[in-house]
């Protein structure tokens, strides 16, 4: 396989270099992991702190900057962040209101940040955490009890970013955070195994002709395997899942999110077939994003994840937001 690098241990350490000289607005420390926005800590406002292994960009680290993060921790490629990465972040951003971690559901991520949790707080700074655990497809699968993470973690570490970019409580802020978590559900599906660095190859073995349904963002077992099907048959499954476990009863905002390997033309041919099959179920969409936002390396594939949205809740999506991965508004 070829990979764009120049050693594999230095992958992440070269990735963040670089990301430190494409955006002065950030503060990237190579040497301790953490990517902070350039201003914090912002006065008389919550810091949301996020992170997870490196691979899935632009989650989280091009998710820092006004409307949303205000930090992100990058562990190695697939590995969990340490503690001491999240308790730096958390006295970065610390303006005496709080912080708020935002935790996708792997069992390391949680155990880490809980106890990043413990240690900022007996450094004085007040924490919350909220837990993203959206993926439909499988429970209690490798590396997870429970759900996985998966692709809610944009909504929730955007429309929490939202509220706390306006001055909310910490209070309110981890609230938002936590109706948008229990508010989201997403579904995998990849048509080609994910290449690590450190192996340069495939991670797992999916034969030509074949896709596997329900896969994790590490390359996790899904649901089942079968043959190739057609872009309105994967729709079809997936939207059904969704649907089938949030039925929504109002209007919800569509992720249509590329795993890293397939090209935008797919997504967006996708993405009319999602709306088709929302359509038929009777769902209202309020908004769609779609491209590469949380990723698995090369993946060929894509996830879709809805979540449903109250009128507070779609001011907060429609509020400004300024980082590498998203951005509008002024």
Known sequence: MKILMNVPERVVADGLRGMALAHPELVVDVENRVIVRRDAPVADKVGLVSGGGSGHEPLHGGFVGPGMLDAACPGEVFTSPVPDQMVRAAAAVDSGQGVLFVVKNYTGDV??????????????????????????????????????????????????????????????????????????????????????????????????GELELGIGIHGEPGRERRGMMTSGEIADVAVDALVSDLAPEGPVLVLVNGM???????????????????????????????????????????????CQVDEELLRLWDAPVRTPGLRWGR
């Open 111 to 208: 155990l880490n940040f809980d106890m990043a949790a413990e240690l900022a707080e007996d450094e004085g700074v007040r924490v919350a955490k909220v837990l993203v655990q959206d993926d439909v497809a499988v429970t209690d699968s490798l590396y997870t009890a429970g759900r996985r993470g998966t692709g809610g973690t944009l909504f929730v570490e955007k429309l929490a970013g939202a509220a706390a970019e306006e001055g909310a409580p910490l209070e309110r802020v981890t609230a938002v955070a936590q109706q948008v978590a229990d508010a989201s559900r997403s579904f995998g599906v990849a048509l080609g195994a994910v290449t690590t660095p450190a192996k340069g190859g495939p991670t797992f073995d999916l034969p030509a």
């Open 260 to 306: 890293g390997g397939t090209p935008l033309l797919e997504l967006y041919g996708f993405n009319a077939e999602v709306q088709r099959v929302l359509g038929e179920r009777g769902v209202a969409v309020a908004r769609t994003l779609v491209g590469n936002y949380v990723t698995s390396l090369d993946m060929a594939g894509c996830s879709v994840t809805l």
